[in-house]
């Protein structure tokens, strides 16, 4: 089944914790993007690639850090998590850039305390 | 950059009765507008879409209508059922890839 798969699903940390949410396609995708949404701001993009070791930041990289080494995946790392970044995180992506919708995850709710 | 803004943020309608959600967006760029439909616990998918050179598109009991010159686009739900309660999702997109989101419409559909 063509698919977006994220893990974990839910996960509760600490302040200052590393972590990292996986992300990974299986449908050859060239563009992976992550987002997170929070209430009232709907989706917020974080980091984008556009192809293996090709990544750029979106509107609100700050706390983030992205890596693309393989086509597949596509994993979301927070060095030093805080508070302000619980949310929920989605993976997207889709076959070029051109392409139209993307398929997405099917999310990450993430607790820093 | 682009700014999509949607309403409105909640919507509740009868059973049968049309649901209508609004969008507008900034950027004179983008060609593309999905929508996506997020069940609870899920993540967005993608029910209806339409490009720039066209007006209106219609699939079944869902229509998504575009104004290039007013900068708005609409998506139209008839026959509503209550599996069609959702928060939905507008969004805008331009050559760049730069795919922009509204803030989303928690539909309910009451039985």
């Known amino acids: 089944e063509a698919q977006v798969t994220q893990n974990p699903r839910y996960l509760i940390t600490v302040t200052g914790k590393k972590l990292t949410v996986t992300c990974s396609q299986n449908?050859?995708?060239?563009?992976m993007s992550w987002y997170r949404q929070d209430p009232g701001l709907g989706l917020r993009q974080i980091y984008y690639?556009?192809?293996?070791?090709?990544?750029d930041k979106g509107d609100v990289p700050e706390g983030y850090k992205v890596s693309r080494k393989e086509k597949r995946n596509f994993p979301l790392i927070l060095e030093s998590p805080s508070p302000n970044q619980t949310s929920l995180y989605f993976c997207?992506?889709?076959?070029?850039?051109?392409?139209?919708?993307?398929?997405f995850g099917s999310g990450t709710r993430l607790t820093v305390v | 950059g682009e700014n999509v803004e949607q309403h409105p943020s909640t919507l509740s309608v009868q059973e049968g009765d049309s649901a209508v959600i609004k969008c507008t967006y900034s950027?004179?760029?983008?060609?593309?507008f999905p929508w996506y439909k997020q069940e609870l616990g899920k993540g967005p998918q993608l029910i209806i879409d339409?490009?720039?050179?066209?007006g209106e598109k219609k699939d079944q009991r869902i229509a998504v209508t575009l104004n290039k010159t007013a900068k708005h686009f609409s998506l139209h739900i008839t026959e509503t059922q209550p599996e069609d309660s959702a928060v939905y999702f507008c969004?805008?997109?331009?050559?760049?890839?730069?795919?922009?989101f509204g803030a989303g419409t928690r539909l309910t559909v009451k039985p």
């Open positions: 950027d004179s760029a983008s060609n593309y």
């Open positions: 969004a805008a997109k331009n050559n760049n890839n730069d795919m922009r």
């Open positions: 449908m050859n995708h060239e563009y």
């Open positions: 690639s556009m192809n293996v070791e090709v990544t």
């Open positions: 997207a992506s889709s076959l070029t850039t051109a392409s139209r919708g993307y398929t």
């Open positions: 339409i490009r720039s050179n066209v």
